[in-house]
């Protein structure tokens, strides 16, 4: 299995431009996760999705974050407009079914670096 | 609310030594799933092991090896004999509930091990 696929490995944007990162879940994973890291806040949960529907999206930081899973095996997360306090790693991860009360660790991507400028 | 304290920011050791990660956790369920993730220096997060709160039999693989107590809510990590690979930044995670596969997952601020040659 190829992992979890993300891209770009890295984006460098200018303030004010849309930026939008992808996500490919393992096959079979049901669960999709977005996550943030910076220095200041460590790792955040964004938002996350079951079964491409979205479940708890609280963490979402502004209107101007926006996550989509139109199947089972793509997401996107997008930034209109982005700022520079936007810059942070932003990592996808995905989980299997839970089976019989089991909850798996996260399989993470290898995230994307987006600095805005 | 659920939280993850992990006290040291960061550690230094020369290699061959031991050394303890400490998590300390906050939780009001009876059921929950603890996690401990690595973070190398090439940024990907790697899973390491996922402990129910129904079992608090300790854990060893190879040369790591896991401490949980319910008393004092702690989930603390120790490496034995240390290895310049095991340098990296280490997190502790705390899942509450464990009927679905998108509980969500909660990361502590992390620890960061560097290991002396």
């Known amino acids: 299995d190829a992992g979890v696929i993300q891209s770009p490995r890295h984006e460098v944007t200018e303030m004010g431009q849309e930026v939008t990162l992808r996500c490919k879940p393992i096959?079979?994973?049901?669960?999709l996760f977005w996550y943030r890291q910076t220095m200041m806040r460590g790792l955040e949960l964004l938002i996350y999705?079951?079964?491409?529907?979205?479940?708890?999206d609280s963490g979402m930081p502004e209107d101007r974050f926006s996550a989509k899973m139109p199947n089972a095996s793509f997401s996107t997360l997008k930034i209109q407009p982005s700022e520079p306090r936007d810059s942070a790693v932003y990592f996808c991860?995905?989980?299997?079914?839970?089976?019989?009360?089991?909850?798996?660790?996260?399989?993470f991507g290898s995230g994307t670096r987006l600095t805005v400028v | 609310a659920q939280k993850v304290t992990q006290a040291q920011t960061e550690i230094s050791v020369v290699e061959k030594e031991d050394v303890t990660l400490d998590c300390v956790y906050e939780?009001?369920?009876?059921?929950?799933?603890l996690f401990w993730y690595k973070q190398p220096p090439s940024g990907e997060l790697v899973f390491l092991i996922r402990?129910?709160?129904?079992?608090?039999q300790n854990e060893i693989s190879g040369r790591y090896s896991w401490n949980f107590q319910k008393s004092t809510s702690s989930f603390n990590f120790t490496i034995t004999a240390s290895q310049v690979v095991d340098s990296a930044v280490y997190f502790c995670a705390l899942s509450e509930g464990w009927e679905t596969s998108y509980d969500k997952v909660i990361f502590g601020p992390g620890t960061s091990l560097s290991v002396i040659p």
């Open positions: 096959s079979g994973h049901n669960s």
């Open positions: 939780t009001r369920d009876t059921t929950y799933y």
């Open positions: 991860a995905s989980s299997p079914p839970s089976m019989a009360g089991a909850i798996y660790g996260y399989t």
């Open positions: 999705f079951n079964n491409n529907v979205p479940i708890d």
């Open positions: 402990r129910n709160s129904f079992d608090e």
